[in-house]
Structure formats: C-alpha cells, structure tokens
C-alpha cells in the first residue's frame, strides 16, 4: 500500500505568512495527488487536482506542485479563513486511495 | 447543483449491522464511480470504498474489508454502504464522495455530502 506522509501536523502562522505543506509518497504517485482543505464540521473541500491544476472557485493563493514523491501546498499570504486543517490525497493506485494523516494550520 | 445527502448512521452495538444511503443529484449519477470516506472523531480521513459506475468492480480498504458492502442503483441515483460485524474503530462521521473525472475509480474528489455518524458503542 502507498502511504501518504505530511508535515508538520500543526503548523502555527500569521495572517499574511506564506504558508508551505509537505506530502511524501512511499513510492512513486507520478502527479495523482489532490490537496483538501477542511474546517470544524464541515466536509473536506477539494483545492488542488492532478498534483498542480487549482480547482474552479478556490483562490488562487493556494498552489500546489511536485510530483513523484514529494509534493508541496503553498498559500502564498495566508488569510483569516485559511486556518484550517489540510489534507493530501493520492489516487494513483487500486490498492487505497490514500490520505496523509492531516496538517492543521492555527493562528500563531 | 450537486448535491449527496447521506442517512442511516445512528448508534449500533458492536457486532451489529447498519445500512447507510447516499441519495445523489444535479449530475449524471451513472457516469460516475462513487466513493465512500470516513473521519473518525479528532481523527484524519481514512477512505473505505469505492465502486464502479455500473457496480461491476468494487475496492474497500482493508479494515472494512469483509465486513463492508457497497453497492448502488442507478435507477434511484443512490450509493449504499451495508456495514456488518460493527466494531468500535468504525465509529466515525461516513462521507458519501464524488470523483471529479466521471468514468474513473481514481480520481480526486469534488463534492462531498455532509456526513452521517455512525456510534458503535454497547
């Protein structure tokens, strides 16, 4: 199975701070990652597609890059609504369709 | 609009049986796989199923696997999840998913119901 590793797990940052995740691939996912953002109760909402495509409606401060191995999230200048909790995912393979074990990002 | 409405979680006592629903509209249910995805209380997403758009082929991680059935008809535009031998991990919030690629297994997701919780708990 592809295990799916991000960091850090929290991740403590200012409004306006330029904000990067790390996602990493026990093998190779070519560039099947997706990057989800998600707040308390809410569903996870889908930022990020195919590693580095922006999905329609979401701001383009988020960006995504990377394939293979390691991936990167960035939020260019981090914004009141952004403190959330982020998560990758790789569909890349049958076996699970994989998620990384989350990076929250609060308010420092 | 899309929109997947989930029902049937509720409290079940382990070793018991639930059946979850996810009723689908604003898109052409049958063109796209469906997915089912899990969240566990303070806990990440962990995903459990997944199935194909004419129900063919079916995928379930391992910790369901056995245990959980998925399965759909199309003529309803509904997604199922039949769950059995219920343990205690298995309480979480249960999200029905929508792949962004219709036709495909693989894909990422881009619309997600609101959930339905599922407490196994004597």
């Known amino acids: 199975d592809i295990q799916m590793t991000q960091s850090p797990s929290t991740l403590s940052a200012s409004v306006g701070d330029r904000v990067t995740i790390t996602c990493r691939a026990s093998q190779s996912i070519r560039s099947w990652l997706a990057w989800y953002q998600q707040k308390p109760g809410k569903a996870p909402n889908l930022l990020i597609y195919?590693?580095?495509s922006l999905e329609s409606g979401v701001p383009s401060r988020f960006s995504g890059s990377g394939s293979g191995t390691e991936f990167t999230l960035t939020i260019s200048s981090l914004q009141p609504e952004d403190f959330a909790t982020y998560y990758c995912?790789?569909?890349?393979?049958?076996?699970?369709?994989?998620f990384g074990g989350g990076t929250k990002v609060e308010i420092k | 609009e899309v929109q997947l409405v989930e029902s049937g979680g509720g409290l079940v006592q382990p070793g018991g049986s639930l059946r979850l629903s996810c009723s689908a509209s604003g898109f052409t249910f049958i063109n796209y796989a469906m997915h089912w995805v899990r969240q566990a209380p303070g806990k990440g997403l962990e995903y459990v199923s997944a199935?194909?758009?004419?129900?063919?082929?079916?995928y379930y991680a391992d910790s369901v696997k056995g245990r959980f059935t998925i399965s759909r008809d199309n003529s309803k535009n509904t997604l199922y999840l039949q769950m059995s031998s219920l343990r205690a991990e298995d309480t979480a919030v249960y999200y029905c998913?929508?792949?962004?690629?219709?036709?495909?297994?693989?894909?990422?997701?881009?619309?997600w119901g609101q959930g339905t919780l599922v407490t196994v708990s004597s």
């Open positions: 195919d590693g580095s």
């Open positions: 998913v929508k792949p962004r690629i219709f036709g495909v297994v693989l894909s990422s997701f881009d619309f």
């Open positions: 995912q790789q569909y890349n393979s049958y076996s699970r369709l994989t």
């Open positions: 199935i194909s758009i004419n129900g063919g082929s079916t």
